[in-house]
């Protein structure tokens, strides 16, 4: 305890001894804003006696002694000189906290009880004391006790022993009901958003299921503006109406986006890439919506529209028509260049996929999201100058949950799991017999607030006959690279190849994908700050058919900046390994957007 200037302004200079950093905050606050003027100068100081015992006894300290020096020169800001002894502090006998009413029997609040850190043996802080009593009843109306009441909340000082007693009674009455619940502002079909509702009825009422309606109405994308109001002037019966205000989106909206891919081409050129998404969030008053996007850049242009139909639930139950066009590269294709004595790329793989697709997607009440869907896939490619254009009908289910610690965009921890089955048979019209297995997990996991981890591991299979193995689309093969799989080396550029003699005569290269996928990642990320954070990770894994297994191994680091819209990462990845197509190769990878 030393003396230390507070603050200064042109009127007067205040000076402490005495106290520690705590009390001279607290002095500090009950003494206000320096003086601007004579008049106030003279108001601060005839005051300051009695805001400093004021900050004293908030703290506990009822004994204290102020002895004030004060210097006023004819010129310039005067000087005020404080000496604080604080004396012994008042010490918490006991607390009496007392709860009747239906109060006693909420969880909720029971554990709110139990983590109060306030107990017999601490000096006496006022505001701990406001904060307990204000939390209970900010508690109490959060969760329906409306015509509850402090039937004692006193602080009894005993100057003499230097000790406190602390009362705390609280009456909470009865439990109030959620009542009807109504929506305005809408042209959906009557009852269409009662299914959103997310309790029971007659419910107990608490903000955190209205919370939880005002979310789901938000998901529905249906809405600008969402009230939800307690009607607490029409309780009756222990209810309490809700009163639903929505103002809807505009009947269709644009989305522009840009973007380059940057020396992912066999020229190692910037690729310009453009994206225009059209969404109509709500088609009729039976909730139906679309969106259409259309995205360009020089090799592969693509259109996908999707049509959602709510079925049981606005969210929970949707059936979705696809339809689309794509174009796509894979791998790399090559030629043996004699004078070199290697391989040199002459591009990529390259495929035009049309598909029309139905898919039901389900979520289940334990947070599974269950889907089965059929889709309809021509694909045309050229592989080993022989032209393919297989039809492909695709029965798949998948089942996914995802689970998080928190609701933020860059959680501290979380779990995801993925698994999926897809069948494809001559007999219902395809021209293969196909069955493609899939499973993914990701895991996230923070230790000491600073410490975080992110694993990844993702796996894949197709059981195909080895004569039919060509007539599977690039789309349904398995490849490995790229910010998702293994950095350091380009998109969908690793995996298993054949060589073949082209039309030209010339020994000729192409990656074609592999039966099976094993990729795995593991990522160590430190905050420097809660907005920024290190990242150090090593990918491994491949692409890769029946007993050819050979994993590739990329590590790298990066830096992250966790933005209001999610992570913004810059990472820069290092493949360990040269393969017979790909020469040992680095990355820059800018990705965006939350890993759960």
């Known amino acids: 305890m030393g003396v230390s200037p507070i603050w200064a302004s042109d009127w007067l200079t205040v000076e402490i001894d005495g106290a520690d950093k705590a009390l001279k905050r607290n002095i500090t606050a009950h003494l206000g804003a320096l003086p601007s003027s004579e008049v106030q100068r003279r108001a601060f100081i005839f005051n300051a006696d009695e805001n400093i015992e004021a900050a004293l006894h908030s703290l506990g300290y009822y004994k204290g002694k ?14 005020l000189r404080l000496s604080i002894t604080p004396g012994a502090p008042t010490v918490i006998q006991w607390i009496d906290i007392q709860l009747t009413g239906e109060i006693l029997d909420d969880k909720a609040v029971n554990d709110w009880l139990e983590q109060i850190s306030l107990k017999p043996g601490d000096v006496l802080n006022h505001g701990e004391y406001e904060a307990i009593k204000s939390q209970l009843l900010t508690y109490a109306l959060a969760r329906g006790y409306f015509e509850g009441k402090y039937l004692t909340n006193q602080i009894v000082v005993n100057r003499d022993l230097d000790s406190a007693q602390i009362s705390l009674h609280y009456d909470s009455g009865p439990r109030y009901r959620i009542g009807e619940v109504s929506f305005n502002g809408h042209d959906l079909v009557p009852g269409f958003l009662d299914r959103l509702i997310p309790f029971k009825p007659d419910s107990h009422y608490s903000t955190g299921k209205l919370g939880a309606l005002n979310r789901e109405l938000v998901d529905t994308g249906y809405f600008t503006n969402i009230k939800v109001l307690p009607q607490l002037d029409k309780m009756q019966d222990d209810r309490v109406p809700i009163r639903v205000e929505v103002t809807p989106r505009p009947s269709h909206s644009i989305e522009l986006g840009l973007g380059a891919d940057v020396g992912n081409s066999i020229d190692n050129n910037i690729e310009p890439r453009v994206r225009v998404t059209w969404r109509t969030p709500q088609i009729n008053r039976y909730g139906h919506s679309q969106e259409s996007s259309v995205e360009w850049s020089p090799d592969r242009p693509k259109f996908l529209t999707t049509y959602t139909i709510p079925m049981s639930h606005p969210l929970d139950d949707q059936l979705k028509i696809r339809v689309g066009l794509l174009r796509d590269k894979y791998g790399v294709t090559q030629v043996y260049d004699a004078d070199k004595r290697d391989f040199r790329n002459t591009g990529e793989l390259e495929s035009v996929k049309k598909l029309v697709g139905v898919v039901r997607q389900k979520r289940l009440k334990n947070q599974w999201l269950f ?4 889709d309809a896939i021509n694909e045309e490619y050229a592989q080993s100058d022989i032209d393919y254009n297989p039809d492909v009908l695709l029965l798949g289910t998948s089942l996914s949950k995802t689970t998080r610690g928190d609701k933020s965009l860059d959680p501290k921890s979380g779990f995801f799991q993925y698994y999926s089955l897809e069948h494809a048979d001559p007999t219902l019209g395809s021209d293969l017999r196909l ?10 996991d923070t230790f000491f607030d600073k410490h975080r981890f992110v694993s990844r591991l993702d796996l894949g299979a197709n059981l195909v006959k080895d004569d039919e193995l060509p007539l599977v689309p690039p ?6 690279g790229g910010d998702q799989s293994i950095r350091g080396y380009s998109y ?6 054949i ?8 020994l000729a290269r192409v990656v074609v994908g592999g039966r099976y996928l094993l990729v795995g990642s593991l990522e160590y990320q430190y905050y420097l700050t809660p907005t920024w954070r290190v990242a150090s990770f090593i990918d491994a894994g491949s692409a890769f058919d029946s007993q050819q297994f050979e994993p590739i191994v990329s590590v790298g680091g990066g830096i992250h900046w966790i933005s209001p819209i999610g992570p913004i990462k810059l990472d820069l990845g290092v493949g360990l390994k040269e393969t017979d197509t790909v020469d040992r190769s680095w990355r820059i990878h800018i990705t965006m957007g939350a890993e759960l």
């Open 66 to 79: 102020i002895d004030q020096q004060l210097e006023s020169p004819e010129t310039g800001p005067w000087t």
């Open 371 to 374: 889907t089965y869907s059929l």
């Open 492 to 497: 969908h550029e690793l995996g298993p190849y």
């Open 475 to 480: 789309s349904l093969r398995y490849f490995a």
């Open 499 to 506: 060589d073949y003699t082209n039309s030209e005569g010339q």
């Open 435 to 444: 069955t493609r297995l899939q499973a993914k997990f990701k895991w996230i």
